[in-house]
T-cell receptor
Framework: TQLLEQSPQFLSIQEGENLTVYCNSS?????LQWYRQEPGEGPVLLVT?????EVKKLKRLTFQFGDARKDSSLHITAAQPGDTGLYLC??????????FGTGTKLQVIP | EAQVTQNPRYLITVTGKKLTVTCSQN?????MSWYRQDPGLGLRQIYY???????DKGDVPEGYKVSRKEKRNFPLILESPSPNQTSLYFC???????????????FGPGTRLTVT
């Protein structure tokens, strides 16, 4: 059973468009992270959110943690080809286990 | 350079032939973990280790073994590989859990395993 569902699974957009990726769960997480993975490489951390309702910005990327700490979203403004990649959310449960989401594959077309 | 290394990067083997994928980190991290990545399923945790001689099962441990005899190394052992273990494997290390935050995980480059 996948505890973290991401949507959409695939997204192909034109450069300059905005997009939102969702990460949903029925479980509560103590913290939630977003990673980006490029082909042939391991995931790289983008952000960690901890407090319910927290919003963090990283240049054109905005991350939000749901009030109940069960869901999160990633919004990209004016997407660029360099944003292309696989986006993964990851939730920490308890003290040690980490659950990754199903992933959203983003392609930004120049 | 701070890094997580995995070997081999690519491996093709046959059903039942024992294999080991090595993982090493040079950041003095206490937490290490193995994941497998399959299309549409994201990364699924196989095993993790909070420190030397402390290991525990993740979500998909069946068919895998691990050991943590030294802080820097965390090998993944497949005693009798089967075709359903064909996957992309990642090792990761982290400072671990500092409540309530789970610290950043640093990932290795991945090992693509094919079992025929």
């Amino acid at each position: 059973t996948q505890l973290l569902e991401q949507s959409p699974q695939f997204l192909s957009i034109q450069e300059g468009e905005n997009l939102t990726v969702y990460c949903n769960s029925s479980s509560v997480f103590s913290s939630l992270q977003w990673y980006r993975q490029e082909p042939g490489e391991g995931p790289v951390l983008l952000v960690t959110v901890v407090t319910g309702g927290e919003v963090k910005k990283l240049k054109r990327l905005t991350f939000q943690f749901g009030d109940a700490r069960k869901d999160s979203s990633l919004h990209i403004t004016a997407a660029q080809p360099g944003d292309t990649g696989l986006y993964l959310c990851a939730g920490a449960r308890g003290y040690q286990k980490v659950t990754f989401g199903t992933g959203t594959k983003l392609q930004v077309i120049p | 350079e701070a890094q997580v290394t995995q070997n081999p990067r690519y491996l093709i083997t046959v059903t039942g032939k024992k294999l080991t994928v090595t993982c090493s980190q040079n950041m003095n991290h206490e937490y290490m973990s193995w994941y497998r990545q399959d299309p549409g399923l994201g990364l699924r945790q196989i095993y993790y280790s909070m420190n030397v001689e402390v290991t525990d099962k993740g979500d998909v441990p069946e068919g895998y073994k691990v050991s943590r005899k030294e802080k820097r190394n965390f090998p993944l052992i497949l005693e009798s590989p089967s075709p359903n273990q064909t996957s992309l494997y990642f090792c990761a290390s982290s400072l671990g859990q500092g409540l309530p935050v789970f610290y950043e995980q640093y990932f290795g480059p991945g090992t693509r395993l094919t079992v025929t």
